[in-house]
């Protein structure tokens, strides 16, 4: 073997290790795909929320959504002993539902009341409450930025609801999914209509 013929070898074997460190290092810095992850938060979050396990549902919300610590988050949405707690929506801000004043029942001549009707037993603050079913996250697709929310992924969340008495439907939520300080949480959710990332354009 002469020296031109080693000097090609060692050549070769300089290029394919330079080739083979570069791979490397280009694999490293590849960032891993971030799909798993961001179903399994929008998932688990809205089985916590619907479950009402504010314990496990606060920690996945941003900062935005917290409206203050995880524990004012819990506080806020946990049922106490108070029999008439004020109501809070699911985004943490309070329940638009109008309040009903209840007004006298209505009297007979001889001032006696009505029998009144039988209803279904239940706690004091116990309101009527749907049954669910398993929740199913899939879809994950990238959003932009909004001028409330930083982009991130939009998942579709589906599950059926089931009220007494009445035939059960299928419910659809888009839930905007954010890196915030190196972990996914939950900025935005919004109910679907036409499509996820339409759902989370506004809000």
């Known amino acids: 073997m002469n020296r031109h013929t080693t000097a090609l070898i060692s050549a070769a074997g300089l290029l394919l290790t330079g080739c083979t460190q570069a791979a490397d290092q280009n694999a490293e ?3 891993a795909d971030p799909t798993a992850a961001v179903l399994k938060v929008a998932r688990d979050y809205q089985t916590a929320a619907l479950a009402r396990d504010w314990r496990t549902a ?8 917290l409206h203050g610590s995880v524990e004012d988050c819990i506080k806020a949405n946990t049922l106490d002993d108070d029999p008439s707690p004020t109501p809070t929506a699911e985004d943490g801000e309070p329940d638009p539902s109008p309040t009903v004043d209840i007004a006298e029942p209505p009297r007979y ?4 009341t009505p029998r009144p009707q039988a209803t279904r037993s239940r706690t004091p603050g116990e309101a009527e409450r749907a049954d669910t079913g398993p929740v199913v996250a899939s879809d994950a697709v990238t959003v932009p930025a909004t001028p409330k929310h930083p982009a991130g992924y939009g998942v ?7 009220w ?4 059960a439907t299928t419910a659809r939520r ?6 915030e300080s190196g972990t996914w949480v ?8 036409t ?5 989370l354009s506004g809000g």
Do not use: F, H, N
């Not at 606060?58 to 959504?65: D, F, G, K, T, V």
């Not at 001549?109 to 006696?112: I, K, L, T």
């Not at 007494?164 to 035939?167: F, V």
């Open 186 to 193: 939950v900025d935005q959710l919004e109910d679907v209509e």
């Open 29 to 31: 810095q590849k960032p």
């Open 195 to 199: 499509d996820v990332p339409t759902a």
């Open 156 to 162: 579709l969340i589906t599950y059926t609801v089931q």
């Open 109 to 112: 001549a001889d001032g006696s």
């Open 164 to 167: 007494p008495g009445k035939p």
């Open 58 to 65: 606060c920690p996945l919300r941003s900062a935005r959504m």
């Open 174 to 179: 888009a839930l905007r999914v954010v890196q």
